[in-house]
């Protein structure tokens, strides 16, 4: 379900990383190569993206498959960032069809993106969202598992928890509440954190910048991240971390 791609690195245009790259992003909303789960990636898509000197990202995103959007492409062409989260939907059978359901979602510095399922959703996933103050299930952006997760991770975030840490909690604590694929990203515009938990995940580094995605697109330094690993990443370094299931 889905494909995203988080960048960090040397300014870029948004066209040069989503749009332009064979077998990109873009192509993988209608031709993903990798995706396991579901055929297409339709049901909308979303980019985030950093401007120099507003930590606050700018967010774009529709309810359309991001072909059928003309003017995402004169956006891109145009608009250059240090820092980008995107993704292509393909949304999970019974949550939100609307584009308040395309990833990423933000809070302040952050943009997030879930690529994944949570097999439990919506009946079976009481105990996950007991987690959550009330005000923060008030919160929720949309009616779909991926917003749930992200709420989680949002909590522990407004917390002051670091960001490598509420996602490792979160991811594996959801893991261990239900079956499904847990591969998320999140970026404050500085670092990647991202998990491979049940789909793949792949990493590239160049001297231009870091980038981190569901699949590889056509250039062939990409290396492949193994399942269950967590990911934290900068410009100028790339870590893996096993991530232990909770009991």
Same mark, same amino acid.
């Given at each position: 379900?889905? #494909?995203? /791609?988080?960048?960090?690195?040397?300014? %870029?245009?948004?066209?040069?990383?989503?749009? !332009?790259?064979?077998?990109?992003? *873009?192509?993988?909303?209608?031709?993903?190569?990798?995706?396991?789960?579901?055929?297409?990636?339709?049901?909308?898509?979303?980019?985030?993206?950093?401007?120099?000197?507003?930590?606050?990202?700018?967010?774009?995103?529709?309810?359309?498959?991001?072909?059928?959007?003309?003017?995402?492409?004169?956006?891109?062409?145009?608009?250059?960032? #240090?820092? /980008?989260?995107?993704?292509?939907?393909? %949304?999970?059978?019974?949550?939100?069809?609307? !584009?308040?359901?395309?990833?990423? *979602?933000?809070?302040?510095p952050w943009l997030f993106s879930h690529n994944g399922r949570l097999d439990a959703w919506p009946d079976g996933l009481g105990a996950l969202a007991a987690a959550l103050p009330p005000a923060d299930l008030l919160r929720l952006e949309s009616r779909c598992d991926s917003a749930l997760l992200w709420a989680l991770i949002r909590r522990l975030l407004l917390d002051g928890e670091p960001a490598a840490r509420a996602v490792a909690d979160v991811v594996t604590h959801a893991a261990a509440h239900t079956d499904g694929r847990f591969n998320v990203l999140l970026t404050d515009g500085h670092t990647i954190t991202a998990t491979a938990y049940g789909d793949t995940l792949y990493v590239r580094e160049t001297p231009g910048?870091?980038?981190?995605?569901?699949?590889?697109?056509?250039?062939?330094?990409?290396?492949?991240?193994?399942?269950?690993?967590?990911?934290?990443?900068?410009?100028?370094?790339?870590h893996l971390h096993p991530l232990t299931d909770r009991s």
């Amino acid at each position: 379900m889905c #494909r995203h /791609l988080a960048y960090l690195g040397d300014p %870029a245009s948004i066209a040069s990383l989503v749009v !332009e790259p064979p077998c990109g992003l *873009y192509e993988q909303s209608w031709r993903p190569r990798e995706q396991k789960f579901g055929t297409v990636n339709a049901d909308g898509f979303g980019v985030g993206w950093y401007a120099d000197g507003d930590p606050a990202p700018a967010r774009y995103r529709r309810a359309v498959p991001i072909w059928a959007d003309p003017s995402f492409a004169d956006v891109a062409r145009v608009t250059r960032t #240090r820092a /980008l989260l995107a993704a292509v939907r393909s %949304a999970t059978a019974g949550t939100t069809q609307g !584009e308040d359901a395309a990833a990423p *979602y933000r809070e302040g510095p952050w943009l997030f993106s879930h690529n994944g399922r949570l097999d439990a959703w919506p009946d079976g996933l009481g105990a996950l969202a007991a987690a959550l103050p009330p005000a923060d299930l008030l919160r929720l952006e949309s009616r779909c598992d991926s917003a749930l997760l992200w709420a989680l991770i949002r909590r522990l975030l407004l917390d002051g928890e670091p960001a490598a840490r509420a996602v490792a909690d979160v991811v594996t604590h959801a893991a261990a509440h239900t079956d499904g694929r847990f591969n998320v990203l999140l970026t404050d515009g500085h670092t990647i954190t991202a998990t491979a938990y049940g789909d793949t995940l792949y990493v590239r580094e160049t001297p231009g910048g870091v980038r981190v995605a569901s699949e590889p697109d056509a250039a062939g330094d990409w290396t492949p991240v193994p399942d269950r690993t967590l990911v934290t990443a900068t410009r100028e370094a790339v870590h893996l971390h096993p991530l232990t299931d909770r009991s």
